[in-house]
C-alpha cells in the first residue's frame, strides 16, 4: 500500500524561500512521473511541476525560474525549493505519485491527475 505524506510547508514572507518534501512509502519511482499541485484560495487545483523517472522535469509558468522539483538519488524523496516567494504562492502544496500514465511531462502538467496523493501541506507567504 502506498501512503504519500508531504512535509514543509509553513509560512514565509514574501521574497523567502521554503522547501516541500515528499515521501511515498511503499512506491519506487521507477517510472511515470511525479509531482507538486497546488490549490490557492478559491481555485482549483493546479500543476506546480513534474519530474519523471529519467530526471526530466517541466514547470508551471507562474513558477518557472523560482521552484526547483529534485528527488534524492534513491527516488525515495521528492523536494520542491521554493524561492522567491510571491502572495500568490499561498496554498495547500499537494505531492502525487504516478501522474503521467503514460502522457508526455506538459500534457500531465495540465490534466492534475495522479494515483496516489498527499493529504497537502500548506504554504503561506506574506507581505
Known amino acids: 500500500q502506498v501512503k ?25 519511482h521507477s517510472s511515470d ?5 497546488r490549490q490557492r484560495p478559491g481555485k482549483s487545483r493546479e500543476g506546480v511541476a513534474l519530474i519523471d523517472s529519467e530526471g ?8 518557472k525560474g523560482r521552484f526547483t522539483i529534485s528527488q534524492n538519488s534513491a527516488k525515495t524523496i ?9 502572495g500568490d504562492d499561498t496554498a495547500m502544496y499537494y505531492c502525487a505519485a504516478n501522474s ?25 507567504v506574506s507581505a
Not at 56 to 63: E, I, L, N
Not at 100 to 124: A, H, K, N, Y
Open 78 to 86: 521528492l523536494y520542491l525549493q521554493m524561492n522567491s516567494l510571491k
Open 4 to 28: 504519500v505524506v508531504e512535509y514543509g510547508g509553513g509560512s514565509a514572507q514574501a521574497g523567502g524561500s521554503l522547501r516541500l518534501s515528499c515521501v511515498a512509502s511503499g512506491y519506487t
Open 56 to 63: 526530466r522535469t517541466v514547470y508551471a509558468d507562474s513558477v
Open 100 to 124: 503521467c500514465f503514460d502522457s508526455p511531462l506538459e500534457e500531465s502538467l495540465d490534466r492534475v491527475l495522479g494515483e496516489w496523493w498527499g493529504q497537502g501541506t500548506q504554504v503561506t
Open 33 to 37: 512521473c511525479m509531482g507538486w499541485f
